[in-house]
């Protein structure tokens, strides 16, 4: 929000607040395993002063691990959902140590059961209260602007422009806009650009920050400008203020892309592989362990199934045809023939609709229920597939007439992933015969949240809901 320069008072830095509220966390993580030591429920014998020291050494261990998961960064300052899933994970994690150290140090046979498990349940209790209670607090001193830096953007171009809408937009900063400066001549420059007002040049912005007006300048310049942008950071950097450079206009495209440094230099992580290192592990063994549960106990299904297709037409059981998988490499994809044996097509594939004639009288039954899909399951096992994912298309299949890569120029975006024998948009009830390209559009949007949001819970998610999907289908053909 944009003021009169002095119109607002130097703000108490949010850091205060967040060191305050380390040592109040720090305190209850202590208290409450000290407050069930003095009830004296519980018989310590000989070892109260080594339940002390455990309660001081978890206090500690959770202060390590809520700084290094991240419980004390900004962004879970103002969310009570982020706050309380990385304070719970940090004391989790706090149990787990103490309980393999007390393991590997032979001790744990010294520290009473009972007390430990109430410990880590009032524990809990008590820090998700007071990571509540501060939430609270600091969103309303945040409203009052207690934590407000005094901004001002030193360009009225389009990066100054861009950076004060940005500003204004996003609630999570601390700061207040006191002004625009430039070195064009007045007539040159906008009275105020995007609400906040045009105060001067360089020279007036200078004897602002000697007047203990500004905190923080930001030069909204393009970075091409290099020899102006040195001459204006040069003369700043007499003044005891921190200087800021603004984003460039194409950062602002990428605004919520991870920065890092690689060597010195800053880079901004344009896409990262959505499902990799330790979580691709996790998602492989996800993939073939329940494969190998579920096929155990449905393989009676797979037999009758075959039994059925045999005897309803002549053919082959198993159709094979070329779709695109993970990095847009072609596999065979395995499913259950569902078509008359001269009727199925390899190239130039035209999606079965309603009451398509090409489909048997089984294979009715087996699109209705999804069976068909399930020779998929050893797509799972040869690494082609995912249980969950987005669904494979063959590359000729087409939306209102059109191919899926005419229709949304991205498409192949959903290939970062393996593909699925279901997916977000199958449970979403974007399933079945794409015919229009508002279906196909749809799908694709549900493919993106899916590889943007993967997690395990939400694999488990889909395929607890894809079940429901099976015994009520909407869309299937």
């Known amino acids: 929000m944009a003021t009169e320069p002095g119109a607002s008072r130097k703000g108490v830095p949010l850091r205060i607040a967040i060191t305050l509220g380390r040592v109040v966390e720090f305190l209850a993580a202590a208290s409450s395993g000290l407050v069930l030591i003095a009830i004296g429920v519980w018989d310590f014998g000989g070892t109260l002063d080594t339940h002390s020291r455990v309660v001081l050494l978890g206090a500690a261990a959770y202060a390590l691990l809520a700084e290094s998961l991240g419980a004390y960064d900004i962004d879970a300052q103002f969310s009570v959902r982020k706050g309380w899933n990385r304070v719970v994970m940090a004391w989790l994690l706090t149990a787990v140590f103490l309980i393999t150290l007390g393991y590997l140090l032979k001790e744990s046979d010294q520290v009473s059961r009972g007390w430990a498990v109430s410990w880590l349940a009032l524990g809990a209790v008590s820090l998700c209260s007071v990571r509540a209670i501060d939430i609270i607090c600091v969103r309303r001193l945040k409203t009052r602007g207690t934590f407000n830096e005094r901004v001002a953007i030193f360009g009225t171009g389009q990066q100054g422009l861009r950076f004060a809408q940005y500003v204004q937009s996003d609630e999570r900063l601390t700061i207040t806009l006191i002004g625009m400066f430039d070195d064009r001549s007045p007539e040159r420059r906008p009275a105020d650009v995007a609400g906040v007002p045009v105060l001067g040049n360089l020279t007036t912005l200078i004897e602002m920050i000697r007047d203990g007006l500004v905190d923080q300048v930001v030069v909204a310049l393009p970075w091409a400008a290099e020899r102006r942008l040195q001459e204006i950071v040069t003369r700043l950097a007499l003044t005891p203020v921190k200087v800021r450079l603004g984003p460039d206009l194409v950062a602002f495209t990428y605004a919520r892309r991870p920065v890092v440094i690689l060597g010195d230099v800053p880079v901004m992580t344009l896409f990262d592989r959505p499902i990799g290192g330790l979580s691709a592990v996790a998602k492989n063994i996800e993939d073939k362990l329940?494969?190998?549960?579920?096929?155990a106990f449905i393989w009676p299904v797979l037999l009758a199934v075959a039994i059925a297709?045999?005897?309803?037409?002549?053919?082959?059981?198993?159709?094979?045809?070329?779709?695109?998988?993970?990095?847009?490499?072609t596999f065979d994809c395995f499913k259950f023939r569902s078509?008359?044996?001269?009727?199925?097509?390899?190239?130039?594939?035209?999606?079965?609709?309603?009451d398509d004639p090409r489909v048997t009288r089984v294979g009715r039954i087996l699109r209705r229920t999804s069976l068909d899909e399930l020779p998929q399951l050893f797509n799972v096992l040869l690494g082609d597939m995912s249980l969950v994912g987005p669904r494979p298309h063959a590359p000729s299949t087409r939306a209102g007439g059109r191919l899926f890569s005419d229709v949304v120029q991205s498409y192949a975006a959903r290939h970062k992933v393996k593909p699925g024998i279901t997916g977000w948009a199958q449970v979403c009830g974007w399933r079945g015969e794409t015919d229009t390209e508002e279906k196909l559009i749809k799908r694709f949007e549900h493919d993106l949240y899916y590889i943007d949001n993967w997690s395990i819970l939400l694999d488990f998610y889909i395929l607890i809901r894809t079940v429901g999907a099976v015994l009520l289908p909407k869309n299937a053909l």
């Open 290 to 295: 329940l494969t190998l549960i579920i096929l």
């Open 309 to 329: 297709i045999k005897l309803d037409s002549p053919g082959p059981i198993l159709f094979r045809q070329p779709r695109e998988g993970f990095n847009n490499r």
């Open 339 to 354: 078509m008359y044996h001269n009727q199925l097509e390899f190239k130039n594939i035209n999606q079965a609709t309603r």
